[in-house]
């Protein structure tokens, strides 16, 4: 995208106006609030990578720390990126800058074909005597997972590789005190969760049928379904003649309006409880 700005820019003798340099000067002041808070002695720091701007703009702020005395050492710095958009890690062990075509991963934060501040990443690795390391898709799931309910941070994808790449090299790690960059929100994706999530159906105000889906196995296979295919599974729900009906009326209801079901969509629909009361023509909401 910058690159074709810059094209652009040239063609029609424009500016070409951004806000990098400036916006590192900001970012950098993540290195002196953790000094003001006292928690500068960490061995390692992990940055998740995009343009590389946030990373050179805390390793900024950690040498103006240093040159003027308040702290004794830089931490090693630990440059991350998902597996399938990972320009700057390719070239911090090839020495030389890439530039990716296209990039497609989940986590679109640092979703980054050409890299602005590689060099400044390089630099920062080399003088630290840096890491760099990459997660697969999976990986970034199930670590966002994790911290969003083991540690209660619900964070945009991009911030779960860290956690992802730390596991993924634990003898590296053992005994060393490591601080993860977190940069954004996981309300900034909640298409994600929905993407890879398994929603539960709207239930109808009985009881009886509240229960009934409660000990259907649906719940449990929530929990276990986070980021997996919706292949298998569904199997392991108890559905009854009713279940059945019902699921069967409802698609063919809404395929005979000529809209199209996602297979989520469809097989969330399997899991509606069926209730009795409920005319098989006009089945219970489901909300999308």
Known sequence: ???????????????????????QEGQKSFAYELYEQGRTDFDYIFVPIGAGTNFAAIYKGYKELKAAGLIDKIPSFVA?????????VEGIFKKDKIVKDQVNTMADAVAVGDPLDFYKVLRGIEETD???????????????KEMTVEEGFFTEPACAIPLATFKNNLDQFKGK????????????????????????????PNLERIQQYIESG???????SWGQTRNTGFENVNMDEGHSKLYEEYVHNINRKGKTLKEEE???????????????????????
């Not at 490591?178 to 239930?203: D, E, N, R």
């Open 218 to 224: 649906f719940i449990d296979m929530q929990k276990e």
């Open 80 to 88: 991350v990126q998902p597996e399938q958009s990972s320009p700057v």
């Open 266 to 288: 469809i097989k969330v629909l399997r899991s509606l409880v069926y209730n009795e009361d409920t005319d098989l023509h006009h089945p219970v909401e489901v909300v999308d």
């Open 1 to 23: 995208m910058r690159s074709c700005a810059a094209e652009f820019a040239k063609s029609g003798n424009y500016h070409l106006g951004g806000d990098y340099v400036f916006r």
């Open 130 to 144: 840096g890491l760099a390391f990459t997660a697969t898709e999976n990986e970034l799931l199930e670590s966002m």
């Open 177 to 204: 005190k490591c601080l993860f960059v977190l940069t954004g929100t996981g309300l900034k994706s909640a298409h994600i969760v929905a993407k890879y999530s398994l929603s539960s159906p709207v239930l109808p």
